[in-house]
Protein backbone atom coordinates (compact mmCIF):
# COMPACT_ATOMS: atom_id res chain seq x y z
CA UNK A 1 0.00 0.00 0.00
CA UNK A 2 1.27 3.34 -0.90
CA UNK A 3 0.38 6.02 1.66
CA UNK A 4 1.14 9.40 0.97
CA UNK A 5 1.58 11.77 3.86
CA UNK A 6 1.07 15.88 3.37
CA UNK A 7 1.52 18.07 6.64
CA UNK A 8 0.00 21.43 7.04
CA UNK A 9 1.69 24.02 5.45
CA UNK A 10 0.40 26.88 7.40
CA UNK A 11 4.07 28.14 8.99
CA UNK A 12 2.01 31.27 10.11
CA UNK A 13 -0.46 29.91 12.29
CA UNK A 14 1.15 29.90 15.51
CA UNK A 15 0.66 28.03 18.52
CA UNK A 16 -0.49 29.16 21.90
CA UNK A 17 2.23 29.26 24.49
CA UNK A 18 5.17 28.14 22.70
CA UNK A 19 5.65 29.73 19.30
CA UNK A 20 5.34 26.99 17.40
CA UNK A 21 3.24 26.90 14.01
CA UNK A 22 0.99 24.20 12.90
CA UNK A 23 3.20 23.70 9.78
CA UNK A 24 6.49 22.96 12.35
CA UNK A 25 4.25 20.62 14.61
CA UNK A 26 2.70 18.45 11.91
CA UNK A 27 5.52 18.11 9.75
CA UNK A 28 7.52 16.51 12.69
CA UNK A 29 4.32 14.17 13.20
CA UNK A 30 4.54 13.21 9.57
CA UNK A 31 8.04 12.05 9.82
CA UNK A 32 7.51 9.97 12.86
CA UNK A 33 4.50 8.60 11.24
CA UNK A 34 6.58 7.82 7.97
CA UNK A 35 9.18 6.21 10.15
CA UNK A 36 6.40 3.71 11.65
CA UNK A 37 4.65 3.34 8.44
CA UNK A 38 7.63 2.20 6.53
CA UNK A 39 8.60 0.07 9.82
CA UNK A 40 5.35 -1.74 9.34
CA UNK A 41 6.35 -2.17 5.52
CA UNK A 42 4.25 0.40 4.00
CA UNK A 43 5.67 2.70 0.78
CA UNK A 44 5.35 6.72 1.92
CA UNK A 45 5.75 9.65 0.37
CA UNK A 46 5.86 13.26 2.55
CA UNK A 47 5.03 15.68 1.09
CA UNK A 48 6.88 18.87 0.90
CA UNK A 49 5.34 21.98 2.98
CA UNK A 50 8.15 24.63 2.67
CA UNK A 51 5.97 27.02 2.07
CA UNK A 52 2.58 28.26 2.95
CA UNK A 53 -0.22 27.57 0.07
CA UNK A 54 1.75 24.46 -1.75
CA UNK A 55 -1.32 21.83 -1.01
CA UNK A 56 -2.10 21.91 -4.15
CA UNK A 57 1.65 20.84 -5.61
CA UNK A 58 1.37 18.06 -2.70
CA UNK A 59 -2.12 16.81 -4.28
CA UNK A 60 -0.65 16.78 -7.57
CA UNK A 61 2.19 14.66 -6.27
CA UNK A 62 0.24 12.19 -4.77
CA UNK A 63 -2.18 11.52 -7.47
CA UNK A 64 0.90 11.50 -9.72
CA UNK A 65 2.98 9.08 -7.42
CA UNK A 66 -0.26 6.77 -7.57
CA UNK A 67 -1.20 6.40 -3.81
CA UNK A 68 -3.92 4.41 -2.51
CA UNK A 69 -4.18 6.73 0.70
CA UNK A 70 -3.42 10.61 1.21
CA UNK A 71 -3.24 11.63 4.95
CA UNK A 72 -3.79 15.31 5.28
CA UNK A 73 -2.11 16.23 8.78
CA UNK A 74 -3.14 19.08 11.16
CA UNK A 75 -4.20 20.49 13.85
CA UNK A 76 -7.24 22.61 14.76
CA UNK A 77 -7.94 25.65 15.96
CA UNK A 78 -11.16 28.24 17.17
CA UNK A 79 -11.60 27.58 20.73
CA UNK A 80 -12.79 23.56 20.98
CA UNK A 81 -10.90 20.18 21.72
CA UNK A 82 -10.51 16.70 20.49
CA UNK A 83 -9.73 15.13 17.58
CA UNK A 84 -11.67 16.03 14.23
CA UNK A 85 -10.82 13.43 10.74
CA UNK A 86 -12.58 14.64 7.82
CA UNK A 87 -13.06 12.46 4.46
CA UNK A 88 -15.55 12.72 1.28
CA UNK A 89 -19.02 11.19 2.33
CA UNK A 90 -18.46 7.70 0.59
CA UNK A 91 -15.57 7.18 2.20
CA UNK A 92 -16.28 8.10 5.78
CA UNK A 93 -17.00 4.11 6.63
CA UNK A 94 -13.81 3.46 5.74
CA UNK A 95 -11.90 1.05 7.53
CA UNK A 96 -8.44 2.86 7.59
CA UNK A 97 -10.25 6.52 8.19
CA UNK A 98 -11.78 4.49 11.33
CA UNK A 99 -8.79 2.82 12.31
CA UNK A 100 -6.93 6.44 12.27
CA UNK A 101 -9.54 8.27 13.91
CA UNK A 102 -10.02 6.15 16.71
CA UNK A 103 -6.24 5.75 17.06
CA UNK A 104 -5.39 9.05 17.89
CA UNK A 105 -9.07 9.72 19.07
CA UNK A 106 -7.82 7.45 21.98
CA UNK A 107 -4.49 9.14 22.43
CA UNK A 108 -5.27 12.79 23.20
CA UNK A 109 -6.95 13.82 26.38
CA UNK A 110 -9.98 15.34 25.61
CA UNK A 111 -13.57 14.40 24.08
CA UNK A 112 -13.85 14.10 20.14
CA UNK A 113 -15.35 15.16 17.45
CA UNK A 114 -15.92 11.67 15.36
CA UNK A 115 -15.47 11.53 11.44
CA UNK A 116 -17.15 13.93 9.30
CA UNK A 117 -18.39 14.06 5.66
CA UNK A 118 -16.61 16.49 3.55
CA UNK A 119 -16.81 18.35 0.11
CA UNK A 120 -15.33 22.10 0.33
CA UNK A 121 -11.28 21.43 1.25
CA UNK A 122 -9.26 20.92 -1.64
CA UNK A 123 -7.44 17.49 -0.87
CA UNK A 124 -10.55 15.58 -0.35
CA UNK A 125 -12.14 17.04 -3.25
CA UNK A 126 -8.88 16.30 -5.62
CA UNK A 127 -7.03 13.24 -4.23
CA UNK A 128 -7.51 10.55 -6.52
CA UNK A 129 -6.51 8.55 -3.51
CA UNK A 130 -9.21 8.28 -0.39
CA UNK A 131 -8.19 11.12 1.85
CA UNK A 132 -8.06 11.32 5.60
CA UNK A 133 -7.97 14.38 6.69
CA UNK A 134 -6.87 14.89 10.31
CA UNK A 135 -6.68 17.70 12.74
CA UNK A 136 -4.76 15.98 15.57
CA UNK A 137 -5.98 18.53 18.31
CA UNK A 138 -6.14 22.22 19.05
CA UNK A 139 -3.60 24.52 19.01
CA UNK A 140 -4.70 27.90 20.27
CA UNK A 141 -5.09 26.93 23.71
CA UNK A 142 -1.97 26.55 25.66
CA UNK A 143 -2.05 23.32 27.36
CA UNK A 144 -3.42 21.71 23.97
CA UNK A 145 -0.38 23.43 22.30
CA UNK A 146 1.97 21.98 25.05
CA UNK A 147 0.26 18.56 24.87
CA UNK A 148 0.68 18.49 21.05
CA UNK A 149 4.22 19.54 21.40
CA UNK A 150 5.14 16.39 23.59
CA UNK A 151 3.58 14.00 21.64
CA UNK A 152 4.64 14.42 18.37
CA UNK A 153 5.94 10.92 18.39
CA UNK A 154 2.96 9.69 19.67
CA UNK A 155 0.70 11.17 17.64
CA UNK A 156 2.99 9.98 14.46
CA UNK A 157 2.53 6.43 15.79
CA UNK A 158 -0.98 6.90 16.45
CA UNK A 159 -1.68 7.77 12.50
CA UNK A 160 0.37 4.37 11.35
CA UNK A 161 -0.81 2.08 13.96
CA UNK A 162 -3.89 3.29 12.38
CA UNK A 163 -3.41 1.90 9.04
CA UNK A 164 -1.33 -1.39 10.58
CA UNK A 165 -4.00 -2.79 12.42
CA UNK A 166 -6.60 -2.73 10.08
CA UNK A 167 -3.92 -4.99 8.13
CA UNK A 168 -2.99 -7.05 11.04
CA UNK A 169 0.31 -6.21 11.02
CA UNK A 170 2.92 -5.82 13.87
CA UNK A 171 6.64 -4.69 14.08
CA UNK A 172 9.52 -4.71 16.48
CA UNK A 173 7.17 -3.73 19.52
CA UNK A 174 5.48 -1.00 17.50
CA UNK A 175 8.55 0.95 16.92
CA UNK A 176 9.78 1.23 12.98
CA UNK A 177 13.53 1.83 14.68
CA UNK A 178 15.05 -1.80 13.35
CA UNK A 179 13.21 -1.24 9.86
CA UNK A 180 16.03 -1.08 6.91
CA UNK A 181 14.57 0.91 3.64
CA UNK A 182 16.71 1.48 0.64
CA UNK A 183 15.61 4.51 -0.12
CA UNK A 184 16.00 6.34 3.79
CA UNK A 185 19.05 7.03 5.39
CA UNK A 186 18.96 8.08 9.01
CA UNK A 187 21.43 10.43 9.84
CA UNK A 188 22.60 11.57 13.94
CA UNK A 189 24.47 14.64 14.32
CA UNK A 190 26.39 15.04 17.40
CA UNK A 191 27.42 19.01 17.43
CA UNK A 192 27.13 21.98 15.94
CA UNK A 193 29.44 24.45 16.60
CA UNK A 194 30.53 28.43 15.37
CA UNK A 195 34.16 27.71 16.40
CA UNK A 196 35.45 25.00 13.70
CA UNK A 197 38.37 24.31 16.13
CA UNK A 198 35.92 22.68 18.91
CA UNK A 199 34.10 21.22 15.69
CA UNK A 200 37.68 19.62 14.97
CA UNK A 201 37.52 18.39 18.06
CA UNK A 202 34.82 16.15 18.60
CA UNK A 203 35.80 15.10 15.23
CA UNK A 204 38.69 13.65 16.03
CA UNK A 205 37.46 12.22 19.25
CA UNK A 206 34.67 10.07 17.55
CA UNK A 207 37.82 8.69 15.26
CA UNK A 208 39.40 8.18 17.84
CA UNK A 209 36.72 5.54 19.50
CA UNK A 210 35.67 3.69 16.12
CA UNK A 211 33.30 6.46 14.57
CA UNK A 212 33.18 7.52 11.15
CA UNK A 213 33.10 11.57 11.21
CA UNK A 214 32.80 14.20 8.95
CA UNK A 215 32.27 18.19 8.92
CA UNK A 216 29.51 19.52 7.19
CA UNK A 217 29.53 23.11 6.63
CA UNK A 218 26.36 24.76 6.72
Known amino acids: MKIYLSPSDQWSNICSGSGHSE???????????????????YEVLVGNNSEDGTYPNRVTESNDWGADYHVAIHTNAG???????????????DPYVA??????????????????????????????????????????TETLAQWIDENISA?????????????????????GNNHTDS??????????????SNA??????????GFEAVIKVE
Do not use: W
Open 99 to 140: SVYNKVATLTPTSDYGIRADVTLYEILNTVATCIYIECEFHD
Open 200 to 209: EALKQSLINN
Open 155 to 175: IGKAIADGFAEVDGLTINNGT
Open 183 to 196: NVLYKVQCGAFKNR
Open 79 to 93: GGAGTLVMAYPSTVS
Open 23 to 41: AYHCTQIADECAMYLRGYG
